[in-house]
T-cell receptor
């Protein structure tokens, strides 16, 4: 099971771009990288998923370097409503997999 | 809206009691996962079912049990409740069996259990 490491907390201001990096040195060949967002007292919400290079959707971008040992979630022009905990998960690759959530990164966006 | 429905939203009960939490997965999803989230433990995986069969077990207490029914809804049963069982209980669903992870989880909004 690939272990992930991400910052415990980050602060930003409205309108700025926020990049949250997740390290996953022992990612397996077939593993995917998935990011979730969680607001207080709500279930986590899927944001984006990728395997390599770059993935972009209406909410965020995910950058994955060639060695895939890390990934960066990029949130463009954050607003106060982006204040949440962001989780990076790595897994799949065949065999039994249990989506395991770490402590995530608590992002606080200031006015 | 994730499409995953959990009931009830809130539950207050006394120590020693038994409760049942219910989850209806997103239409078309065959896998159901249960998670517990408390302030000091983060999101803890409890158990997973796929198409009615148990597929994976996490740190689920013996006092807790679950099942997935033919219509794919799932129930989590918590018995002999203790104060420490107070937490948010989330259900999530996904399309696949969990053997590959190219299918993300879709979470419900949880059941907040308070044991007094």
């Amino acid at each position: 099971l690939a272990k992930t490491t991400q910052p415990i907390s980050m602060d930003s201001y409205e309108g700025q771009e926020v990049n949250i990096t997740c390290s996953h040195n022992n990612i397996a060949t077939n593993d995917y990288i998935t990011w979730y967002q969680q607001f207080p007292s709500q279930g986590p919400r899927f944001i984006i998923q990728g395997y390599k290079t770059k993935v972009t959707n209406e909410v965020a971008s995910l950058f994955i370097p060639a060695d895939r040992k890390s990934s960066t979630l990029s949130l463009p022009r954050v607003s106060l409503s982006d204040t949440a905990v962001y989780y990076c998960l790595v897994g799949g690759g065949g065999g039994s997999y249990i989506p395991t959530f770490g402590r995530g990164t608590s992002l606080i966006v200031h006015p | 809206d994730s499409g995953v429905t959990q009931t009830p939203k809130h539950l207050i009960t006394a120590t020693g009691q038994r409760v049942t939490l219910r989850c209806s997965p997103r239409s078309g999803d065959l896998s159901v996962y249960w998670y517990q989230q408390s302030l000091d433990q983060g999101l803890q995986f409890l158990i997973q079912y796929y198409n009615g069969e148990e597929r994976a077990k996490g740190n689920i207490l013996e006092r807790f049990s679950a099942q997935q029914f033919p219509d794919l809804h799932s129930e989590l049963n918590l018995s002999s409740l203790e104060l420490g069982d107070s937490a948010l209980y989330f259900c999530a669903s996904s399309v696949d069996a969990g053997r590959t992870y190219n299918s993300p989880l879709h979470f419900g909004n949880g059941t907040r259990l308070t044991v007094t």
